[in-house]
């Protein structure tokens, strides 16, 4: 399919075009002290009337008057409903996944927002994945999905840190593990702002999900868009601007036969836009859904060439 085409007919799937207002509100709740860092906890609006918890991560001597680039982290999904945000700023969870403190260490400004249903943003009486199965069905039934939510909420997290004095809003990126990844290849196509991207562990393609039977969450599920296309046709949407993917050669939530295949996909859309080498990717033998050293260091190494405050 032309890939305008395709463009056009995932954004009517998704659930059409995302509002623009642009009044954030933005509260501050308090300030915690990190080792060369500072967090600022928050909360923005996403559309009228509901609220997205957040930290900011700010290294030690960024200011307005010393700008930093930027990046934004969607976190990880696990089924541990109990964790968003406060995982990747190093407050909970696994140390692993403390990526938001690591990255504000090398001297980027990290926001974490929670996500739908997870952290604070969990329901007082549906619990866990019953909560999060009400969201995708009620989005569905208004004609959009749990993955225009999404973006949407993605988005405005962009937009906050674009309003930023300590930002530098023409060097953003974001990174995401597991969910995160899909929610990094979700958001792509449609927001230009982000200059470079990396997903780490998670392109489960419907190929894929139907031949291994595989219950994924609910962002990678766009109504329709299977009878046209497939989750790494929606990556490909991201070229030309720079794409970095991790994987593990045992993950089993990505299937690496099919993931392999998705790659190939992706390689051809940054072909056929001149962009080639603003593609890459890792598949590490023997490893799982983890993020091992050698795909950290590749991500710090992605975002160091394309969001270099030097450049």
């Not at 928050?42 to 001597?61: F, N």
Request: include cysteine; proline fraction near 6%.
């Amino acid at each position: 399919m032309d890939r305008e085409l395709f463009r056009q007919r995932l954004l009517e799937d998704l659930g059409g075009g995302w509002p623009t207002f642009t009044d954030l509100n933005v509260q501050l709740i308090e300030i915690i002290d990190g080792d060369g860092y500072t967090i600022e906890s928050l909360r923005y609006q996403s559309e009228p009337g509901d609220w997205v918890p957040a930290y900011l991560l700010i290294p030690s001597g960024v200011s307005a008057q010393r700008p930093a680039p930027g990046i934004a982290i969607w976190h990880q999904h696990a089924g541990q409903y109990h964790l968003g945000k406060s995982e990747p700023a190093g407050l909970d969870g696994n140390p692993m996944h403390h990526t938001g403190v690591a990255l504000a260490r090398e001297g980027y400004v990290v926001i974490c927002p929670d996500a739908l249903c997870f952290e604070e943003r969990q329901d007082q009486k549906l619990k866990g994945g019953d909560y999060e199965r009400f969201e995708f069905l009620k989005y569905v039934v208004n004609g959009q999905c749990l993955a225009w939510k999404n973006i949407m909420d993605m988005k405005r997290a962009v937009d906050l840190l674009c309003q930023r004095p300590e930002v530098l809003a023409d060097k953003l990126g974001c990174y995401g593990h597991s969910m995160g990844s899909t929610h990094t290849w979700l958001v792509g196509p449609w927001e230009e702002r982000l200059r470079c991207l990396v997903g780490n562990c998670c392109l489960p393609t419907y190929k894929a999900v139907h031949h291994h039977r595989l219950l994924h969450c609910f962002p990678n599920f766009v109504p329709g868009l299977d009878a046209y296309g497939d989750t790494p046709d929606i990556a490909a949407l991201i070229a030309p601007r720079p794409l970095h993917l991790n994987f593990g050669e045992l993950d089993s939530g990505s299937p690496i036969e099919e993931v392999k295949q998705g790659l190939g996909v992706i390689a051809e859309a940054y072909t056929q836009q001149n962009a080639s080498d603003n593609f890459s990717y890792y598949i590490e033998a023997g490893s799982g859904h983890i993020l091992s050293n050698e795909m950290w260091e590749r991500t710090k190494a992605w975002f160091g060439q394309y969001l270099s405050s030097d450049e």
